[in-house]
Nanobody, 128 residues
Framework: EVQLQASGGGLVQAGGSLRLSCAAS????????IGWFRQAPGKAREGVSR????????YYADSVKGRFTISSDNAKNTVYLQMNSLKPEDTAVYYC?????????????????????WGQGTQVTVSS
């Protein structure tokens, strides 16, 4: 059974950092792509970043490029999202998701509807 467990959220001041973790079980990262998404109150879920262990490719939303870094540790079957220079607008519930399908291009890589498996969210709150 594919399972994803997101953790690492919290309250941080603007300019601070957090590292989110997504622990995967029931599959290996080599066979799936992992994406990070977020949803702020009253807003649609949006893609933040994606990684493929198959070829090491990564994608980022423009809003986080240069501030967030996605990485994976295949030995631990865990994907991380290092978030630096956090802004109040980064406040949201963050989710990790997985899918076997591999798409090239930011548009497809960060589409929530193209992911079948979702973990529970972890709250990130950035105070100004």
């Amino acid at each position: 059974e594919v399972q994803l467990q997101a953790s690492g959220g919290g309250l941080v001041q603007a300019g601070g950092s957090l590292r989110l973790s997504c622990a995967a079980s029931g599959f290996t990262l080599d066979d799936y792509v992992i994406g990070w998404f977020r949803q702020a109150p009253g807003k649609a879920r949006e893609g933040v970043s994606r990684i493929s262990s198959r070829d090491g490719s990564t994608y980022y939303a423009d809003s986080v490029k240069g501030r967030f870094t996605i990485s994976s540790d295949n030995a631990k079957n865990t994907v991380y999202l290092q978030m630096n220079s956090l802004k109040p607008e980064d406040t949201a519930v963050y989710y990790c998701a997985a899918d076997r399908r591999y798409y090239r291009g930011t548009y497809y890589a960060l589409r929530p509807d193209l992911y079948n498996y979702w973990g529970q969210g972890t709250q990130v709150t950035v105070s100004s």
